[in-house]
Structures are given as structure tokens and as C-alpha cells.
């Protein structure tokens, strides 16, 4: 049985043809030509079951037989902001698995320790559509340019809302115990610090925000793997 091929079309429902990079794939790689089925993906909940009605060069048209509404795949709103590291393979990495498990947005955070000021977000925003695809996820992951960390603590956020770190100083509770608690909401939003952690004041000033002190376990993890731990926390917490 062939494999179903998923395209990612914004404006799905009222295109008629595939955009560049996704016409590139479709016609020098999968070499889809007139009559081919393929499904398409507008990143906000809904499917498409369409034909190839011409291939062409680099423009590949099609018509939709079926709109496919979609249901969520987990409850609430799960937000993770991480500090990037210093070595953006790193940071790409995580990002990929993390739309991959699932994550609704994430935001870059700008920290006192950081190490990377500047994210680019069209390159992130590639990889997160190559995941979403694979992964076969109706919503497209939202993506957040780089924002000063306390600038954006006084912002509005979620409001179960955690800051992980490794500081005994501060009190803290397991990450995971916290998202099973009954709470009256299923959002989350997990704060993850850079190469070296935030600093004891930027956490002492997170929790007067009134984000719960939170740790991921017993051992000490890198930026990356810390940032995936909190999505698969924030998923499992679900079931």
C-alpha cells in the first residue's frame, strides 16, 4: 500500500496549487504527476483529501475532493519557553521532537546566562513544518521570536505557569507531580533556562510572577533535553 503524502498548504480550502517548496518536493522527489492522491495540511486543524490535477515544472495544481476537520490530539494549550543554546543544532533538534510529541507554542526567551541572542525564526519554522508533516499534526506548532526574559514575565501568560531550574536555594517540586494536580484548566506553560541555567534572580523573580518553582528530576539535563522532558511531561500528564 503507498504511503499517504502530506503537503502543507496555509490557504488550503482556496488555493488551487501547492506552494514552491512544497511543489519542488512533490514533483523532483515524489514525482507526483496528474491523477496522484495526496493529502494537504493548513496547520489549523483541518485535513484535505485532494488530486493532482497538472504537474508542471515547478508548479504542481490540485483540486480537494474531501475537507477533513480534525480533533484536537491532547487537552489545552501547551506552551514551553526555552532559552536557545549556543549551538543551534541543539535548539533544532529539540524543536523537531517536540512538535513531533506535541506542543502547541514556543517562545524564545532572552536570559541573563544566554549564550544565543538571535534566533532565526524562517529556518526554525521550516523544521517545525517537516515535523508537523511527519508527524501527522493538524495544528501547526506557533512559533515566538526571542523576547527579553523579564520583559515578558510581566505579560500575561497561562495560568498554570512553571519555571524549571536547579538551584537548591529555591524551593521546588516535581514538574510532573504539579501538571497531574486537578486544576481548572488544561493549559501550561513550562519555562526552561539556557546553557548554565537562568539566574537565582531571574527564578526569584519568576515565582513573584507567580510561576510554580518546578524541577524535572533527579538528574541535571542540557537546555535541549530539559526542554523535551517538559513536553513529554506536559503530554503525559494528559493521559
Same mark, same amino acid.
Given at each position: ?6 503537503? !502543507? ?12 517548496? *512544497?511543489?519542488? #518536493? ?37 483540486? @480537494? ?11 489545552? #494549550?501547551?506552551? %514551553? ?24 507554542? @514556543? ?13 532565526? @525564526?524562517?529556518?526554525? &519554522?521550516? @523544521? ?14 506557533? %512559533? ?6 523579564? *520583559? ?9 505557569? !512553571?519555571?524549571?531550574?536547579? !538551584? ?10 504539579? %501538571? ?20 537565582? &534572580?531571574?527564578?526569584? *523573580? ?8 518546578? #524541577?524535572?528530576? *533527579? ?21
Amino acid at each position: 500500500m503507498k504511503e499517504t503524502r502530506f503537503f !502543507y498548504v496555509p490557504d488550503a480550502a482556496t488555493a488551487t496549487e501547492l506552494p514552491a517548496d *512544497e511543489a519542488t #518536493h512533490a514533483l523532483r522527489v515524489l514525482r507526483l504527476q496528474a491523477g496522484d492522491e495526496m493529502m494537504l495540511m493548513d496547520g489549523r486543524g483541518n485535513f484535505y483529501s485532494a488530486v493532482v490535477t497538472l504537474a508542471h515544472t515547478k508548479h504542481c495544481f490540485y483540486d @480537494i475532493r474531501a475537507t477533513l476537520p480534525q480533533q484536537p490530539q491532547w487537552k489545552g #494549550h501547551l506552551h %514551553l519557553a526555552i532559552a536557545p543554546t549556543k549551538m543551534m543544532e541543539r535548539m533544532e533538534w529539540m524543536i523537531e521532537k517536540a512538535v513531533e510529541v506535541g506542543v502547541d507554542e @514556543i517562545t524564545f526567551l532572552n536570559c541573563q546566562f544566554s549564550e544565543r541572542r538571535v534566533v532565526k @525564526i524562517p529556518r526554525v &519554522d521550516k @523544521i517545525a513544518v517537516s515535523a508537523m508533516k511527519q508527524s501527522r499534526k493538524a495544528w501547526k506548532t506557533q %512559533l515566538n521570536d526571542m523576547v527579553n526574559f523579564r *520583559e515578558w514575565l510581566s505579560q500575561p501568560h497561562e495560568r498554570r505557569k !512553571y519555571i524549571a531550574h536547579c !538551584y537548591e536555594e529555591v524551593p521546588r517540586t516535581s514538574l510532573f507531580d504539579e %501538571l497531574r494536580k486537578p486544576a481548572d484548566t488544561d493549559d501550561a506553560l513550562v519555562l526552561v533556562g539556557p546553557e548554565g541555567d537562568f539566574s537565582i &534572580d531571574e527564578v526569584r *523573580e519568576a515565582v513573584r510572577h507567580g510561576f510554580v518553582s518546578v #524541577h524535572l528530576g *533527579e538528574s541535571r539535563l542540557r537546555t535541549e533535553t530539559a526542554g523535551l522532558a517538559a513536553v513529554m511531561m506536559m503530554q503525559l500528564s494528559k493521559t
